[in-house]
Structures are given as structure tokens and as C-alpha cells.
């Protein structure tokens, strides 16, 4: 069973997935296509993520102008908020606990313009 700490890294981390390709998604200046470059520059280590890209190829691929980012980004809000729920937080307290500064870093890894949490 993972301890109280484990679950709490889990959520943030998932939590931070979510935001910032959440970021990602809002982005006009990138599309679909560009999608997997744009990840290549994530501290979260997304540009690697073999579920991430096969992701993006799949819809890239069919011709999905999302990306497949829609689907990501409800499974990691998902994941966060169902980590929250163990944790008896909610997915705003998890936020708040990453903290600014690492939500303005992520932000800016994908040229977000748009940081929804300040």
C-alpha cells in the first residue's frame, strides 16, 4: 500500500500533467502536430512519455484536431482528483500545495499565455 506521502507526490504530479497540458491544449499558436515538439520541453518528462505520444500519434493520425489532448487531459484530471479523494483534499488544495512558481514554470514550457490559476 503506498503511504500518505506517495499518494500526495502522485497527486501532484498527476495534477501537474493535467494543467499543463491543459496549457497545451488552449494554445492557438501550436496544433496538433506540433504537439510532441512542444512536449519535448516539459520538466514533467511528457515529451518521453510513450503513453503521452502514442496518444498524439493515434490522433494525429485520425485526423483529430484536439490531438488527443481532450482525452489526456480529462484521464489526468481524472487520476488527480481520485489521488484527491484518498487524500481528502480536492484538486484545487493540490494546486495550491505545487505552488506558483512551478505552475508558472510549466506554463511557460508551452508557451501558455493563459495561467487559469492566478
Same mark, same amino acid.
Given at each position: 500500500? *503506498? @503511504?500518505?506521502? &506517495?499518494?500526495?507526490?502522485? !497527486?501532484? %504530479? ?9 496549457? *497545451? @491544449?488552449?494554445? &492557438?499558436?501550436?496544433?496538433? !502536430?506540433? %504537439? ?9 518528462? *511528457? ?21 488527443g489532448l481532450t482525452g489526456l487531459v480529462a ?28 505552475l508558472k514554470k510549466l506554463a511557460g514550457e508551452?508557451?501558455s499565455k493563459v495561467i487559469e490559476f492566478l
Open positions: 500500500m *503506498l @503511504s500518505q506521502d &506517495e499518494i500526495r507526490e502522485r !497527486a501532484r %504530479y498527476c495534477c501537474c500533467v493535467f494543467l499543463q497540458l491543459s496549457w *497545451l @491544449s488552449g494554445n &492557438e499558436e501550436i496544433t496538433a !502536430a506540433g %504537439y510532441k515538439e512542444a512536449l519535448k520541453k516539459s520538466s514533467l518528462g *511528457l515529451g518521453e512519455d510513450d503513453f503521452i505520444l502514442q496518444t498524439i500519434d493515434e490522433a494525429v493520425h485520425l485526423g483529430r484536431p484536439d490531438g484521464f489526468y484530471e481524472g487520476l488527480a482528483c481520485a489521488y484527491g479523494e484518498v487524500l481528502e483534499s480536492d484538486l484545487d488544495t493540490i494546486r495550491r500545495e505545487i505552488g506558483t512558481e512551478c508551452v508557451n
